[in-house]
């Protein structure tokens, strides 16, 4: 194992007193439960696990304006229940009426703790979305309902850049003096293959690039860099080959807390 990653100036220190929103891949979920662990008030995916710019971009903006669920848009699964196309599975229920009050708490309370946090940490899964085409809407999360309904789409760097630029407008106006911190999972999207996993992560790197660029409240943490640069190896990862394990998690959460200044 050898160190890669240049050193980078610290525009960010992650002090323990200040609390954090992240939202993105299923690689922040491993962030975040080790930051709450690590003593650190905040929250991760209220509504579940989000993998591309325009899904995240859109949690967000429902988060901040507490703007509530569409019953209208609710969808009775043929064998679980309730849901919406913009929350986790897990969070479905027996009628409309107690996935709209279910949902309604769960924006409330992410909303207050947005509003306190002072780091918000994006971390982008893929640039291929999905949109669905009977709703006319994209979506985050397709239910395993008819793939005829959906089209999966690669989002253009301009769509990605126009989109982080959004993300961190919005947060800026919650919070002035807040810091958003991008990273990019390293969990690798295979069921589209090798190259175009690779396509995605490089048109996410590009896009992200230009907007880091253009704000001083915006930091770059290279998860993605030091799992396929530093580690490389397949014995880094879960036997699916997708999913870095456990080893390679502590790995980076070692680098984060070096990063940013966290004991």
């Given amino acids: ?49 989000l993998f591309d710019p325009f899904s995240i971009l859109r949690t967000l903006e429902r988060i901040t304006h507490k703007t509530n669920f569409d019953k209208n848009k609710f969808f009775k699964h043929p064998q679980d229940g309730w849901f919406h196309y913009d929350i986790s599975h897990k969070m479905g229920e027996s009628s409309p009426d107690l996935l709209a009050s279910k949902l309604q708490h769960a924006i409330n309370i992410a909303n207050q703790k947005l509003s306190n946090s002072k780091y918000l940490i994006i971390t982008l899964g893929t640039a291929y979305a999905f949109y669905h085409h009977p709703s006319k809407k994209w979506v985050s999360n397709c239910h ?4 005829i309904e959906f089209e999966r789409r690669l989002l ?10 959004k993300i961190v407008g919005l947060f800026s106006m919650l919070n002035p003096n807040g810091q958003v911190i991008f990273t990019i999972s390293p969990v690798r999207h295979l069921r589209t293959g090798v190259v175009k996993n690779n396509i995605s992560k490089s048109y996410l790197r590009v896009a992200l690039n230009e907007v880091l660029n253009d704000f001083n409240q915006t930091s770059y943490f290279p998860a993605y860099e030091i799992v396929i640069d530093e580690l490389r190896d397949y014995d880094f990862f879960h036997p699916n080959g997708m999913h870095p394990n456990e080893q390679a998690i502590a790995y980076v959460w070692s680098k984060f807390k070096e990063h940013y200044h966290l004991i």
């Fill in 1 to 49: 194992m050898k160190n890669f990653i240049e050193k980078v100036p610290y525009k960010i220190r992650f002090h323990k007193d200040s609390s954090f929103t992240a939202l993105g891949s299923c690689f922040t979920t491993h962030i975040g439960d080790k930051l709450i662990r690590h003593g650190i008030n905040g929250q991760y995916n209220p509504f579940g696990t």
């Fill in 144 to 147: 395993k309902m008819p793939q």
């Fill in 156 to 165: 253009s760097v301009t769509e990605i850049e126009i989109a982080l630029r």
